[in-house]
């Protein structure tokens, strides 16, 4: 079948939830992907920020074709080896002390929510908690990370929410002490925002949330699913800070493809909240997620992958910054580490359909915004590749 035939079939099988590119990825190497043509694209996509590690890289394959010629799945009844060694290492790097293994960043977060309610319920046997998170966020899109997202245009068709969220801005300090409540359980923020334009957490933002945390007996959660995984330079976002948080989720490059997510949190939250009965998961953590987490820990390490992030980062923002004193309708650059953002003043949807026609994978941010999420193992070479190309779309709009 030719790529068109099979785009008109998965058009007449598959729901229509998603608008899709009219492409048919085939195979990927390194930094770049193919199509069933045999086209050669430049990824800085990374399946929205999941392959950090580029694609076919042998050592990942590796480890997993291992581990499903040992064991895929026995359920959470029983104890397997790889989970337990993930485990050990997710706590090596974030420095939480319990972790759930889920399926899904959206998992996560609806881990993390149940955990702020039980803390709370623990706390008065109470069922009218509140969690305060921010406008412009986004969680996910099953019913409680849903309600946590602060868009309602994600939220007005399945509508009513879960209840006793409120939203707040985003470095905005008042904004989110104006809605303290004795009720308060938790406050949940990216500590990058990602769907919602690439905003990074203020320091004396996220410091403030701490402190007004630890003296209410409120939950800090954070969410680190897109920007979390040595995306900003450090392994976790919040590391930039000088901040812990209470609670944490993770996914994406977690796994680097396989689906895969977490939340983690303290010994102090573990005792107070989820127990046995609580929470479940049938494949969460099963053999063959747990070793593709365990593996791209191990490469993170051995393939130096902060020390790239920080060497290339700096490069990309310059590199970015040129287009936005060239092009007039390019206002800003907003973000961190590998995780950019380009803030223009037109739609970027045909910018960026032009780049895929020029071979090079971009993604929006909102309806205005160029996002820059690449495999976190670019080189230098790779971003002038990537300007080069970005620089024609451009020019097209002068």
């Keep these: 079948m030719s790529m068109q035939e099979y785009i008109e079939e998965a058009e007449k099988d598959l729901l229509h939830t998603y608008n899709r590119y009219q492409v048919v990825m085939d195979k990927g190497d390194g930094v770049y992907l193919y199509d069933l043509g045999g086209k050669k694209y430049l990824d800085f996509v990374a399946g929205i920020a999941v392959f950090a590690l580029g694609y076919h890289n042998e050592a990942y394959n590796n480890a997993l074709k291992d581990q499903i010629d040992k064991l895929i799945h026995t359920s959470n ?13 997710i706590k090596k790097i974030s420095g939480m002390d319990r972790v759930f293994f889920t399926n899904s960043g ?35 899109r099953s019913m409680g990370a849903l ?14 929410m879960i209840g006793n969220i ?9 904004s989110v002490e104006k809605l303290v409540t004795d009720k308060t359980c938790a406050i949940l923020f990216e500590t990058v ?14 410091q403030k949330i701490r402190k007004l945390c630890d003296e209410k007996d409120i939950l800090l959660m954070l969410d680190e699913i897109q920007c979390g995984m040595g995306r900003t330079g450090t392994m976790f976002a919040w590391q930039k800070y000088g901040v812990k948080p209470d609670v944490m989720t993770s996914a994406k490059a977690l796994g680097c493809g396989v689906p895969v997510g977490a939340f983690m949190m303290t010994e102090r939250v573990a005792q107070k909240s989820l127990e046995a009965g609580d929470h479940g998961t049938t494949y969460g ?15 993170f390490e051995e393939e130096h992958v902060l020390e790239n992030v920080n060497t290339v980062a700096p490069y990309l923002e310059a590199k970015l910054d040129e287009m936005v004193a060239k092009y007039d309708f390019i206002e800003t650059r907003r973000g961190v580490g590998l995780m950019q ?35 976190l193992i670019i080189k230098k070479e790779h971003v002038d590749e990537m300007i080069a190309i970005l620089d024609t779309c451009l020019a097209e709009y002068k």
């Design 341 to 375: 953002g380009l803030v223009s003043t037109i739609p970027v949807n045909p910018i960026i359909n032009r780049a895929l026609e020029k071979g090079l994978v971009l993604i929006n941010a909102g309806s205005n915004i160029i996002r820059f999420v690449p495999p």
């Design 106 to 140: 959206t998992e996560a977060i609806e881990g993390a929510i149940k955990t702020a309610r039980k803390y709370g319920f623990l706390k008065d046997g109470k069922n009218d908690h509140e969690i305060i998170t921010m406008n412009h966020s986004f969680h996910g």
């Design 147 to 160: 309600s946590v997202t602060g868009n309602p245009k994600y939220q007005e068709a399945f509508a009513p």
């Design 166 to 174: 409120k939203f707040a801005d985003m470095n905005d300090y008042d």
């Design 77 to 89: 009844y029983y104890y397997n080896v790889p989970a337990i060694e993930a485990a050990r290492k």
């Design 193 to 206: 925002q990602g769907e919602g334009g690439i905003y990074p957490a203020e320091t004396e933002f996220i």
């Design 285 to 299: 953590g099963n053999p063959l997620a747990a070793a593709a987490i365990s593996k791209v820990i191990d490469l």
